[in-house]
């Protein structure tokens, strides 16, 4: 290797150059009577033949709704098996997928609703406290393009039924008309300032991924992945069930949000080979006083990612969970979003201390971010990433896609990293003003505009700081207006049901002024360490970042 942060990733496994279903047609072929998924909470089992019958009779089900090529299809609810069909069977007919997060509260959905050009929306009747059903209603009317509206809970054996008619050779001509470059999927993430953006990726992007995410954990078809990780995002959809699918694993699906115990009862009684999770959801499962009475012995793999990822939990999940072969991956949902990944083989400190080397077919190199000339070998600059996983494009959104893919094709990714002699990554922190909390992406600007209606706030500046947890956590450093008073209790009620919970702040911080440079620019780097600081949060012994 030459003395620059430069390299690219090479494989004895060739691209597939397919769609989704194509590929997903040849594993039936081969794996039919084995399971393909499995999810105990709603008492639903399918073998890759049953499976392929249900995609099918989902797409009939879509194209008597009118959805075609090219139309979005919403899907608004937790981890369900209807989540997994609206997927494939998308995919199967050519309509892209628009993944709506479960924790989104009115703002959220709109905006994904409105901006997409949604034409049809399958969701839940709620996620836990949150009525779904009585969000809709309050944004619907400002969707003009939405035609339809399936609840799972009410409306599914109806929806069904709708597609009895249309015949088998219907949906085979809609998936013969079809290309591997067609956009498939929709996926909105928080960039460091405005709304969401959303991501829109390909069958060749996330089929691809997903794949060669299964190469490299050695998948067959005697693994059974269990997949606590929301679907709405990549770690789910294109880790989880594309990974499984495109090598006849079966995807379990432990529950419709992540619970600890009940997703180690399912690891244990499915016999799972592979677990995923981010940090967090190792921890608690960790933390559980029974953890040594579940049976890990069919456990060998699996991937932690999604945020900072502790040494001494990487250790544990390893001697506890008998997780051997675990890796750590590395990526964003504009690239598919996994661009480097650790090996099973990899030594422990290579395990723990970096995100592995780049992925086959990419390529990554560190680079200065003003100049933009690619650095030596250790040292460090921002990250960049070329290759059949970068994004289309941001949905209708051509000016901000030509902001974070340049004229050569590369995708910035905003994050700073070092490259040692080996290949491997080392991310060492991010120009990007994002907050990473337990794997969500965060925008302080979206969450500073919305306390700003406050009528008590004159001026709020939003950062990140250590959490133990999740990461980082939110915190907001407030200066109130002249002649008001408001209380952090007073604040969260505020938030509370207006923007996603997991966007409140957790910290609060009332000050006079900010910390500024000489031009008078805010200074959040300062503002970070004070507040790390008088919160005691600086000594939290973590790995490098690992964002997902």
């Known amino acids: 290797m030459k003395n620059i ?189 405005g709304q969401p953006k959303g991501a829109t990726l390909s069958h060749h992007n996330i089929l691809n991924n997903g794949f060669h995410v299964g190469e490299r954990l050695k998948y067959t078809e005697k ?11 990549c770690f789910g959809m294109v880790m989880g069930n594309l990974a499984s699918t495109s090598h006849g694993a079966c995807m379990v699906i432990p529950g419709e949000f992540f619970e600890p115990a009940q997703t180690l009862k399912v690891v244990q009684d499915e016999k799972c080979t592979s677990l995923y999770g981010v940090p967090t959801m190792f921890i608690a499962e960790l933390e559980l006083p029974d953890i040594d009475k579940y049976d890990f012995s069919h456990l060998r793999t699996g991937i932690m990612a999604g945020a900072p990822c502790p040494v001494e939990t990487m250790k544990q999940v390893i001697q506890k969970m008998n997780m051997r072969d675990v890796a750590i991956c590395y990526g964003m949902t504009e690239t598919s979003p996994v661009s480097t990944m650790s090996f099973p083989d990899d030594p422990f400190d290579k395990r723990v201390t970096t995100v592995g080397k780049v992925m086959p077919f990419l390529e990554v190199k560190v680079v200065d971010p003003v100049s933009g000339d690619v650095l030596k070998l250790g040292e460090q600059g921002e990250l960049c990433t070329r290759g059949y996983s970068v994004m289309l494009g941001y949905w209708d959104d051509p000016v901000t896609t030509g902001k974070n893919i340049d004229a050569n094709k590369w995708m910035h990714t905003g994050d700073l990293a070092v490259m040692d002699e080996e290949g491997y990554l080392a991310i060492t922190g991010r120009i990007k003003d994002l907050i990473i909390r337990g794997g969500e992406n965060i925008s302080p600007r979206e969450i500073e505009e919305f306390l700003m209606q406050h009528d008590a706030i004159t001026e709020i500046y939003v950062i990140a700081v250590p959490s133990q947890r999740y990461g980082e956590e939110v915190c907001a450093w407030v200066k109130i207006r002249q002649g008001y008073s408001v209380t952090e209790e007073e604040l969260f009620t505020f938030c509370k049901g207006r923007i996603d919970t997991f966007k409140i702040p957790r910290y609060w911080k009332f000050v006079d002024s900010f910390p500024t440079t000489v031009t008078g620019k805010i200074r959040k780097v300062e503002m970070r360490e004070i507040s790390s600081k008088e919160l005691n949060l600086e000594d939290f012994r973590l790995l490098k970042e690992n964002k997902i």
């Open 5 to 193: 942060s430069y390299t690219s990733g090479i494989s004895d496994c060739p691209l597939l150059g397919e769609t989704i279903t194509q590929n997903l047609k040849k594993t039936v072929e081969k794996y039919g009577n084995r399971e393909a998924l499995v999810v105990p909470h709603q008492n639903y089992r399918a073998t890759y033949s049953e499976f392929w019958q249900q995609i099918n009779i989902v797409a009939k089900s879509l194209v008597s709704y009118g959805i075609k090529k090219g139309d979005r299809v919403g899907i608004w609810a937790p981890n369900r098996f209807e989540w997994v069909l609206i997927q494939y069977a998308s995919a199967r007919i050519g309509a892209i997928l628009v993944n709506i997060n479960p924790a989104y509260k009115a703002s959220g959905l709109e905006y994904a609703l409105i901006q997409s050009g949604l034409k049809l929306l399958v969701m839940s009747k709620g996620f836990r406290q949150t009525d779904y059903t009585e969000i809709l209603q309050q944004v619907k009317d400002n969707a003009k393009e939405l035609e339809n509206i399936i609840v799972i809970e009410k409306d599914w054996d109806k929806f069904l039924d709708s597609g009895k008619d249309i015949a088998d050779n219907v949906i085979d001509e809609m998936e013969s008309q079809l290309n591997f470059d067609d956009p498939i999927n929709i996926q909105y993430t928080s960039g460091t300032t």
């Open 223 to 233: 693994d059974r992945v269990c997949i606590p990780v929301p679907f709405y995002h």
